[in-house]
């Protein structure tokens, strides 16, 4: 009916589902730009002779495309920071997944510890000795 056309209420609620409708599209395209990365890092992941994570890989191709200003930031800024914000409950599958492992974590247990201490010794030790010698 014409009464329903000027009601402000239909008006609104179409102005919201349009601004609704832009948000979804601007996630949709930083989304595309994220997923195209890494699409094309596990291509070349496949490609190499050597295994290497292809995520690792479109995680750096897409660290150059943003510094070489190849992808503008505003392309990828939104869905990056609804991953960002989501990113405990993307973890919860990896965990769940661990669950299966803790036997043989358990067994490894000092081992895994002794490791990431001589890690961590080792790597304070590094920067230290380069700090020093940076500043002579």
């Given at each position: 009916?014409?009464?329903?056309?000027?009601?402000?209420?239909?008006?609104?609620?179409?102005?919201?589902?349009?601004?609704?409708?832009?948000?979804?599209?601007?996630?949709?395209?930083?989304?595309?730009?994220?997923?195209?990365?890494?699409?094309?890092?596990?291509?070349?992941?496949?490609?190499?002779?050597?295994?290497?994570?292809?995520?690792?890989?479109?995680?750096?191709?897409?660290f150059v495309l943003l510094s070489l200003q190849l992808v503008k930031l505003h392309w990828v800024e939104l869905g990056a920071g609804l991953l960002l914000r989501h990113m405990g409950v993307l973890f919860v599958p990896v965990a769940v997944g661990l669950v299966a492992w803790l036997e043989p974590l358990r067994q490894s247990f000092g081992l895994i510890m002794l490791c990431i201490v001589l890690g961590i010794v080792l790597i304070l030790g590094t920067v230290g000795r380069l700090y020093q010698r940076m500043n002579k």
């Open positions: 009916p014409a009464s329903l056309v000027n009601c402000p209420f239909i008006h609104s609620f179409q102005v919201e589902a349009q601004v609704i409708a832009q948000r979804a599209l601007l996630y949709l395209r930083d989304f595309m730009v994220i997923v195209a990365c890494l699409l094309v890092g596990k291509t070349l992941a496949a490609i190499l002779p050597f295994a290497f994570p292809g995520s690792i890989i479109g995680m750096l191709l897409l």
